[in-house]
């Protein structure tokens, strides 16, 4: 008897093993059905997407769109007006106040030295940057390599270069980003704080171009405000040749940019009710505000088009979900974070029970897969569940599903119990374009767009089967 | 007895699943040490390579490189001056006899119809065409949606135009291209058989641009030649309609483009020799030919810089390989493949033992992985070897690994035995830049290019390191 045992439990592990354990664990209840369906969503979203034309309509026609400037309206109008006519269920708009900032005109900058007399540079205003004086301001200017180095310099009244160039050995140019950023916004204070009268950061980006990042930036309470501008990284590598040579050169920078008190906006909202479960939430989310010197393409315009292209896409394949599919595009991503934080607080009111959101915020790019996040509580379960589905996408070149940060608008959901995802695609150009004036639509590729949507519809399409928890052993 | 039996079985099998049995069967005997050397690859790609800059000068100082023009001789004596001067172990040119075909003058071509009286449109001459007469050709034009819809319609003394969109659907770009690619070979012989005096082919890509894409054709002896062409595929739209509401249109081309005797030329290699097998190459490749109408940035400038790279590369971290790392540039792939049946004939004679060969061919993108392919009696085992090397390289995106085509040159090398290897990048974009005027050094990314440099690389030390026979079982 014992032998029969052994021999059928030995048999029964080497089948597992000869079909590939990983496969029999992740073969979904419905896969054939699943299979086909995911089919169908990728040759809708690759015949028939409205996608490309949407980001071509709101690039071209709305371009740059800051919060509380009259583009960002527009852009609200569009949003709303494009979601009607999809005829989904509903379409509304969530009211909230957001911070204006303008750049006002083109930004002037120039390199004084007794090398070279003076060169122009192109440089771009910081977001909340202050102005300068009219007359533009002159100091003489040093280079630090970090914010930190700042503390131990002589920077009083002169205008601060923080050239820390961004690390080029990280695959995820994200990372390269993250240990960088913080000097946006630590940079001015800093260097205020040290009596400094103006702060100059090094683009953003890799790539050695003309083209300055803008961002936001903050100022501190008790330290006076200074003006703060980014240089391309090819000035940044001139400007510290001259530094390097030349201990008395100056910076000339010219500002008028301008705060104004908040304006109202919206976030717009559409969906498509769910037939089972109508009060659990599925979000696919962009945000609709970008910065104001590109066309916002694929920050975040596409993210915008894509998450409406969902809608679009269900209807057009006549899917009705069990669960309610919303589209949010948020607004003020850029500088406030407005409507994610009005958004949450109206969640919380209303008791909303969003189990999944989606932002795609990282460019329209080839997907590679998803980043996931939620309540550390429910971290591992919902991540096992959400990576049960990578073998159903993997024929997609949806390859990468990690814990990871979601989204800088759905990242608050967390707080309600929300599994948050970010759409993770091929990183590799979008700091050739974040944030500047080379932002723009003819920088996406329309393939590229249309997979995004198709990506995220299909994890739509997942949770709105399977749900976001993983029942197994009940780990919760 | 059996009971503790049991148990241990038990207990290593849950073991075995605990870590993952798919890890555990592909660990690697020295995996740390692997796992560093991989990083200081990247590292190394990132930060030092001359991939980006040597193909800024193989695009913008010496263009397009058809075989047999002044442009192929000078990207020969570029690709070997740039090979001596990283100082590795030889250099040397393999000489073979190569076809010359010119475009000459830019064609013209006009849709002539009642409906507008007439409208320029974009084309380009297929390699290999005749010319028109002097004075242009002009003739009825007639649609068909397919080459073998030809046979079936009277186009006697008329101009077939070939309309046969790209297949949208793919996730693999290379599918699209596969489904339509005969055309362009077999839609003249096919259209002249039956009286037609002219061919245009609908380009092949899915973008609807004013980029005609060139790409060889060919006649069939018995048949007489016509003159042959691409439209753009915005033409072949906007002639689509004409013909739909005009069947008295007609179309009006001037081609003066021709063909010239053989000349000779070389593929360019260059190599490290291995320290312990020698007599074992390790082949990267990719072709130094290109068409005139671009510069062949993609088309494979792409792979030429990162096959030389793959040898700076080991030069400068300081790797001596036991095996020789051949760089091959191979003469003419776009017309004829002369260089690689000439590489072919001389291994044969001095029976070379060249255990892989990878070749990049498919556009300097982000890379994805790898096809794989050999001749069909060893092609399981060299697949699951190299299969095995996947979760050390999943950390660097690159996830395909499968049994598929490898590379126009390095195929005829499965004759010997060879394992070839096709590098896999992003597909997305490349049907917007192939064979195009578009094919130009500005839509290669610097970082997308290195990291393909870095996974040739990789792939060709761990060759290095563990060959690509799978001993275990002893399958071959």
Redesign the interface.
């Known amino acids: 008897m ?1 032998k029969i ?2 021999a059928i ?2 048999i029964t ?1 080497l089948a597992l ?1 000869g079909m590939g ?2 496969q029999y664990q992740n073969r979904l209840p419905n896969q054939e059905d699943d299979e086909k369906m995911l089919r169908k969503i ?2 809708n979203a ?2 028939h997407s409205d996608s490309y034309e949407n980001l071509r309509y709101l690039c071209k026609r709305i371009g740059g769109r800051l919060a509380g400037s009259p583009q960002a309206a527009a852009a609200v109008e569009w949003g709303k007006q494009t979601l009607q006519r999809l005829e989904v269920d509903s379409v509304f708009l969530q009211p909230c106040m957001v911070p204006h900032w303008e750049r006002g005109e083109k930004e002037q900058a120039r390199i004084i030295s007794k090398l070279i007399g003076w060169e122009e540079v192109n440089i771009c205003a910081l977001g909340n940057s202050i102005p300068t004086p009219e007359i533009g301001l002159t100091a003489p200017v040093v280079e630090a390599k970090t914010v930190a180095a700042i503390a131990d310099m002589d920077v009083k009244g002169k205008i601060v270069f923080v050239n820390n160039p961004f690390d ?2 990280h ?1 995820d ?1 994200f990372d390269a980003y993250s240990g960088c950023v913080g000097d946006r916004y630590e940079g001015a204070p800093m260097a205020a704080k040290h009596g400094a009268v103006g702060f100059i950061l090094r683009s953003l980006g ?2 050695i171009d003309e083209f300055p990042h803008t961002g936001n930036m903050a100022y501190e309470e008790g330290i006076p405000p200074i003006p703060s501008v980014a240089i391309s990284t090819k000035g940044a590598e001139y400007l510290s040749k001259i530094i390097a040579n030349d201990d008395e050169a100056s910076f000339y920078m010219k500002l008028n940019c301008q705060s104004y008190p908040d304006k109202p906006s919206f976030n717009v909202i559409g969906e498509i009710k769910g037939s089972e479960f109508p009060d659990e939430i599925i979000m696919v989310s962009g945000h609709i505000d970008a910065w104001d010197n590109g066309e916002g393409a694929h920050d975040d315009g596409s993210g915008v088009v894509q998450s409406m292209d969902v809608l679009r896409l269900f209807k057009d394949i006549g899917y009705q979900p069990k669960r309610t599919v919303r589209c949010v595009l948020w607004m003020n991503e850029e500088n406030g974070t407005r409507g994610a934080r009005e958004y949450l607080k109206v969640a919380k009111e209303t008791k909303e029970k969003c189990i999944l959101a989606i932002e795609s915020d990282r460019g329209g790019f ?1 997907p ?1 897969g998803f980043f996931i996040d939620a309540d550390s509580a429910i971290l591992k379960n919902r991540f096992a569940k959400l990576e049960s589905f990578k073998k159903i996408l ?4 949806l ?2 599903f990690q814990e990871g940060f979601s989204g800088v608008d759905i990242k608050f959901l967390k707080e309600i119990g929300t599994t948050c995802v970010g759409l993770v695609p ?1 990183s ?2 979008y700091f ?1 374009y974040h944030h500047t004036a080379n932002d723009v639509f003819e920088n996406v ?4 767009l249309e ?1 995004g949507v198709a990506g995220m519809a299909s994890l739509v399409y997942l949770v709105d089967q399977y749900g976001v928890v993983l029942e197994e052993g009940k780990k919760d």
């Open positions: 014992k045992t052994i439990i030995s592990i093993m354990y990983q990728y040759d690759l015949l080029h050995k695959m140019t890799h790539a080839a590679r993997e024929p997609y070149q390859h990468i091929d590799q150009r050739d590729n329309k393939r590229e997979l």
